[in-house]
T-cell receptor, first 116, second 111 residues
């Protein structure tokens, strides 16, 4: 089956620093990747949608200058949390859509970010 | 935008059957998905419905009625490992085909 990886799986950083999270589709090409955030005991909230080679589309209320998304290739998207604050601590999950099998999205294992 | 509603919590007994309902409102519908998520892990795909009717997949079945904005996930022969959150997600028919999630139903299976 299709595999999506994320790196790192967890990260602890100090307030004010930036953190980059990578999302890779390992055995398929993903024209579209999605970034979600999940707080404890809550559901996934879509942050942004990225299409390869174009700018990401951000959801209302998500700061594009704070959460930088780059989808430079068909297998890699990155999310950079800039000037992180403790309230950014969350579980970040990426999802990729297989260009050949449009109906299904495959999720990465998630990255737990803790900002101290 | 869209609203996706599902019960917050449910409890059932091992070996029984449980039905988790999901209602939605969306400006454009392009498919409904059910995912299972264990605590601290990413969601795993369970089922997909785009046409009305029942889709069966082993112990799991999912039903869709587009006119009613309604779906349910049916779990049969419950096992302890089925204790998890079950997420209903609707894909919009926009350019990006965004998938948005309900708050999830936390299912506890008791012996």
């Amino acid at each position: 089956g299709a595999v999506v990886s994320q790196h790192p799986s967890w990260v602890i950083c100090k307030s004010g620093t930036s953190v980059k999270i990578e999302c890779r589709s390992l055995d398929f090409q993903a024209t579209t990747m999605f970034w979600y955030r999940q707080f404890p005991k809550q559901s996934l909230m879509l942050m942004a949608t990225s299409n390869e080679g174009s700018k990401a589309t951000y959801e209302q209320g998500v700061e594009k200058d704070k959460f930088l998304i780059n989808h430079a290739s068909l297998t890699l998207s990155t999310l950079t949390v800039t000037s992180a604050h403790p309230e950014d601590s969350s579980f970040y999950i990426c999802s990729a859509r297989d260009a050949r099998r449009d109906y299904e999205q495959y999720f990465g294992p998630g990255t737990r970010l803790t900002v101290t | 935008g869209q609203n996706i509603d599902q019960p917050t919590e449910m409890t059932a007994t091992e070996g029984a059957i449980v039905q988790i309902n999901c209602t939605y409102q969306t400006s454009g519908f392009n498919g409904l998905f059910w995912y299972q998520q264990h605590a601290g892990e990413a969601p795993t795909f369970l089922s997909y419905n785009v046409l009305d009717g029942l889709e069966e997949k082993g112990r799991f079945s999912s039903f869709l009625s587009r006119s009613k904005g309604y779906s349910y996930l049916l779990l049969k022969e419950l096992q302890m490992k089925d204790s998890a959150s079950y997420l209903c997600a609707v894909r919009e028919g926009n350019n990006n085909n965004d998938m948005r999630f309900g708050a999830g139903t936390r299912l506890t299976v008791k012996p």
